[in-house]
C-alpha cells in the first residue's frame, strides 16, 4: 500500500513533461497506521473467512471457522520505525501487544518510550515477532530481505492468511 512517498511514480517521465513532483512525509501516517491495524485485527481474527462465511448466508449447518488469535499479550515486530511504524506501534499498544523494532537507526530515548518499542536487530525480529509489520520504502533493498528463504525464518509462527476466496466447507 502506497504511503506519503513517491516510489510508485516515474520521476524521469516527470520531469521529463515539466511535472514537478514532492513528497509529504508525514500526510498520511495516521491513516495508513489506522489501516495497518485493521488489516493486522483482521488477519488475527480470521476475519475474511466469517465474513465471506456470512455473506454466502452459511452459517448454520456448516463447520464454524477456525478461531482467530487474541492480539493481547502478541508481540509486533514494526521493520521501518518511521512516521507510520511509530504510529501503529503506539495503536498496537490499545490492544495490549509488546512492541519491538529494527530500523536504519535506532530511536531515541524519548521516542522509544513514547511508543513502548524496544530495539533490536533484524534476527531477533524475525525469531520473536507474532506479527511482523513492513513499513518500508519500495525498492530493491526490502524487496531482496523477504525472498522465501527470509519468511522461512519465522521459526515459531505460521503465516495467517489475510484473505480468503470461498467460505468454510464451500465446493
Known sequence: MPGAGYDQVD?????ACGIRVSNTPTAVDDATADINIWLM???LRNLPIGMTALRAHQWRGNQLPALGHD????????????????????????????????????????EEASCEATYVDFETLLKTSDVLSLNLP????????????????L??????????SRPPNSR
Open 11 to 15: 520521476i524521469p517521465a516527470c520531469t
Open 41 to 43: 485485527i483482521g488477519a
Open 71 to 110: 492480539p493481547q499479550g502478541k508481540t509486533l515486530g514494526v521493520l521501518g520505525m518511521g512516521g507510520i511504524g511509530r504510529n501503529m506501534a503506539k495503536k498496537a499498544l490499545a490492544f495490549g501487544m509488546n512492541i519491538i523494532y529494527c530500523n536504519r537507526n535506532r530511536l531515541s530515548a524519548e
Open 138 to 153: 519500495l525498492n530493491v533493498g526490502p524487496a531482496v530481505w523477504f525472498e522465501a528463504s527470509v519468511f522461512r525464518r
Open 155 to 164: 521459526t515459531n509462527h505460521r503465516p495467517i492468511p489475510a484473505t480468503s
